[in-house]
C-alpha cells in the first residue's frame, strides 16, 4: 500500500485546511483508516479513524478535536479526507494518514497501525 497525504499549510487561528489522503494498491474503503500527528517534540497521537464494519462509516475523534475536525472518505476517488474547522496554534504538527488492514477502529489510538504515508505540515499560527 502506498498512502499520500497532503493538503497541509500555513493558517491563521480560526481557520479552515483539509487534508486529503491519496491510496494505491489500496482500497480506501474497504479497510479503517486514520489521521495522526506529531508536533515537535511531542509524541505521535491519534486524531480520527473511519471504520468500515457497515454501511454506515462510524466515526471516531480524539477529545482535542471533536467538534472541530471531520474525518471521510470519497469511496468514487478512493480518497480520504480530514476536514479541519476552527483550527487552533495547538493543531500545529505534520498530520499523517494509516491504516493496518484492520477493518474496526478498536485501540485505534494505540500505536499498532503498520502502514503510514508521508506526512503534510499544517502550521496554525495565532
Known amino acids: 500500500v502506498q498512502l499520500q497525504a497532503s493538503g497541509g499549510g500555513l493558517v491563521q487561528a480560526g481557520g479552515s485546511l483539509r487534508l486529503s489522503c491519496a491510496a494505491s494498491?489500496?482500497?480506501?474503503?474497504?479497510?479503517?483508516v486514520g489521521w495522526f500527528r506529531q508536533a515537535p517534540g511531542k509524541e505521535r497521537e491519534g486524531v480520527s479513524c473511519?471504520?468500515?464494519?457497515?454501511?454506515?462509516?462510524?466515526?471516531y475523534y480524539a477529545d482535542a478535536v471533536k467538534g472541530r475536525f471531520a474525518i471521510f472518505r470519497d469511496k468514487a476517488e478512493n480518497m480520504l479526507y480530514l476536514q479541519m474547522n476552527s483550527l487552533k496554534p495547538e493543531d500545529t504538527a505534520v498530520y499523517y494518514c494509516?491504516?493496518?488492514?484492520?477493518?474496526?477502529?478498536?485501540?485505534?489510538?494505540?500505536?499498532?497501525?503498520?502502514?503510514w504515508g508521508q506526512g503534510t505540515l499544517v502550521t496554525v499560527s495565532s
Open positions: 494498491m489500496f482500497d480506501m474503503d474497504y479497510y479503517a
Open positions: 473511519i471504520d468500515s464494519t457497515s454501511s454506515n462509516d462510524i466515526t
Open positions: 494509516a491504516t493496518d488492514y484492520q477493518y474496526d477502529c478498536n485501540n485505534w489510538q494505540s500505536d499498532y497501525w503498520s502502514q
